[in-house]
Structure formats: C-alpha cells, structure tokens
C-alpha cells in the first residue's frame, strides 16, 4: 500500500554532485520523519540523514557541510543533494519514511535502494 521509489543514483567523479529523490506514493495518511541511510560494500548500513515533517534536519558527521536533506511535503518526495562527494561516500543509498497508511497504520516503510558511485 506504500511504496517508497528512489531516482538520481548513478556513477560521478570525486568533487562532483548528485541529487536523490525518493518518492512516497500509496495509502498515506501522514508522512511523519523521513531520512537517508547507506550501506557500503561489506559494511554495515549507517544513518545519512534525517528531516522531520517541519523540516528539521540532522546529519552524519561524515557528511556535515556536503550533504543536504529537504523535502516537498505536497509531492511526499525526499531529496538528498550531495556535493564534493567523496570515493569514501560510494554505496547503496536508501530513503525511509514513518508513516502513517490508511487502515494498515503506523509503518516505517524503505525504499529499493539506488546506487551512488563516486570514482574517477
């Protein structure tokens, strides 16, 4: 009934840029926190960032002064805008969102993931 769908991944050089999108769509009532997390390639996932419904917004250390999570709460749409990425910042990103669906209730609902590449 909720699905979360992800877009912008894709393979950039060192210092470059790329902006995330993640899409909530189905029987939602209410979008509550919704955030960013990352898995590398034989590591565990790690929190990204978050942004809660009234916008306020945290991040990794990892990624302070690079990273920038917003949303567009009339599109229930995520974004996640990366500058000055790094080979380090290379992994599978995922979106995640608390909701609220019709009838089913509180969910706390994951995207498919999407791939972000950072290599010369």
């Known amino acids: 009934q909720v699905q979360l769908v992800e877009s912008g991944g894709g393979l950039v050089q060192p210092g470059g840029s790329l902006r995330l999108s993640c899409v909530a769509s189905?029987?939602?009532?209410?979008?509550?926190?919704m955030g960013w997390h990352r898995q590398a390639p034989g590591k565990q996932r790690e929190l990204v960032a978050t942004?809660?419904?009234?916008?306020?917004?945290n991040y990794a250390d990892s990624v302070k002064g690079r990273f920038t999570i917003s949303r567009d709460n009339a599109k229930n749409t995520v974004y996640l805008q990366m500058n000055n990425l790094k080979p380090e910042d290379t992994a599978v990103y995922y979106c995640?969102?608390?909701?609220?669906?019709?009838?089913?209730?509180?969910?706390?609902?994951w995207g498919q993931g999407t791939q972000v590449t950072v290599s010369s």
């Open positions: 189905g029987s939602i009532f209410t979008i509550n926190d």
């Open positions: 995640n969102a608390d909701v609220y669906a019709v009838v089913i209730g509180r969910l706390h609902q």
């Open positions: 942004i809660t419904s009234d916008g306020r917004t």
